[in-house]
Nanobody, 116 residues
Framework: QVQLVESGGEFVQPGGSLRLSCAAS????????MSWYRQAPGKERELVAT????????RYKDSVKGRFTISRDNAKSTVYLQMNSLKPEDTAVYYC?????????WGQGTQVTVSS
């Protein structure tokens, strides 16, 4: 059974940091591109960051470049999103995504709230 379980979301003040984790099981993690998406209230879900399988190259949404870092630990089947210098506009539910060919899996999401 495929599972993606996110954790690490919480309430944080502007300028703060959080690290999200996504633990994967039920598929061959190392073969999948892993991404983080987010969805704010009333908005479309958007791609935040991706780390490719194999060499692990990364891509980021422009508004998070230099503040967020995506990484993966293939031995633990886990992908991370380190978020620094958080802003109120980063408030959203963050979702983990796994993709390989036609196979796409989603986690249940974790809430990140940035507010003073």
């Amino acid at each position: 059974q495929v599972q993606l379980v996110e954790s690490g979301g919480e309430f944080v003040q502007p300028g703060g940091s959080l690290r999200l984790s996504c633990a994967a099981s039920g598929f061959t993690f190392v073969n999948y591109d892993m991404s983080w998406y987010r969805q704010a209230p009333g908005k479309e879900r958007e791609l935040v960051a991706t780390i490719i399988s194999g060499y692990g190259s990364t891509r980021y949404k422009d508004s998070v470049k230099g503040r967020f870092t995506i990484s993966r630990d293939n031995a633990k089947s886990t992908v991370y999103l380190q978020m620094n210098s958080l802003k109120p506009e980063d408030t959203a539910v963050y979702y983990c995504n796994a993709r390989a060919l036609s196979y796409v899996y989603w986690g249940q999401g974790t809430q990140v709230t940035v507010s003073s």
